[in-house]
């Protein structure tokens, strides 16, 4: 399958700094990406969808001032968590998907941010 | 909204061991349904997908199969092996509007030798 490369794995930040993750398609080009939060023992939560060049669409309940996504090309978007505060520590996943509807999305490997 | 209720975890078993991780959806309409896998260190992938009732998806020699009546989707496999340790996530995508996958909390599985 299509390879999707999540950086970094890991990240520990201070509260109150901003944290920039990058989701990458390595072979494929992704004209649509997803943003998911999973939270310990509960399900991978749909954050936005990003189409390249457009600007996201958030999913209800999550703030889109605190979560910037932007999609500026079409292997590449990256998610900052501005402002960020213990509460927002958590594992975030993307997955890319390229072309009409019903084609499959590959997921990244996930980043696990810890905010002290 | 939709939903997908799967087996919490964690399962053990025995290498041969037979395996079922049930999943259950509510979901508007005729979604299409998935299992994911997670290896450790790596990225959710496509383990096998059932786009209508009573299609059986398959792969690995695991097997699923759209059971409407009862809104199910489980997981079985005849003989697991040490290597099929990982967490494994049920989904359903609607097919229309922006298509999103809907995930279960996942279920653990490590299987002994």
């Known amino acids: 399958g299509a390879v999707v490369s999540q950086h970094p794995s890991r990240v520990i930040c201070k509260s109150g700094t901003s944290v920039k993750i990058e989701c990458r398609s390595l072979?494929?080009?992704?004209?649509?990406m997803f943003w998911y939060r999973q939270f310990p023992k509960q399900s991978l939560m749909l954050m936005a969808t990003?189409?390249?060049?457009?600007?996201?669409?958030?999913e209800q309940g999550v703030e889109k001032d605190k979560f910037l996504i932007n999609h500026a090309s079409l292997t590449l978007s990256t998610l900052t968590v501005t402002s960020a505060h213990p509460e927002d520590s958590s594992f975030y996943i993307c997955?890319?998907?390229?072309?009409?509807?019903?084609?499959?999305?590959?997921f990244g490997q996930g980043t696990r941010l810890t905010v002290v | 909204g939709d939903s997908v209720t799967q087996m919490e975890g964690p399962v053990t078993l025995s290498e041969e061991a037979f395996l079922t991780i049930n999943c259950t959806y509510t979901?508007?309409?005729?979604?299409?349904l998935f299992w994911y896998v997670q290896y450790p260190g790596e990225g959710l992938q496509l383990l096998l997908k059932?786009?209508?009732?009573?299609d059986k998806g398959s792969n690995k020699g695991f097997e699923a199969t759209y059971r409407k009546e009862t809104t199910s989707f489980h997981l079985e496999k005849g003989s697991v092996q040490v290597s099929d340790s990982a967490v494994y996530f049920c989904?359903?995508?609607?097919?229309?509007?922006?298509?999103?996958?809907?995930f279960g909390t996942g279920t653990r599985l490590t299987i002994i030798p």
């Open positions: 997955s890319a998907r390229w072309g009409l509807r019903n084609t499959e999305a590959f």
């Open positions: 072979d494929f080009q992704a004209t649509t």
């Open positions: 990003s189409n390249e060049g457009s600007k996201a669409t958030y």
């Open positions: 979901a508007t309409g005729y979604p299409s």
């Open positions: 059932a786009t209508k009732a009573d």
């Open positions: 989904a359903l995508r609607t097919n229309f509007g922006n298509e999103k996958l809907t």
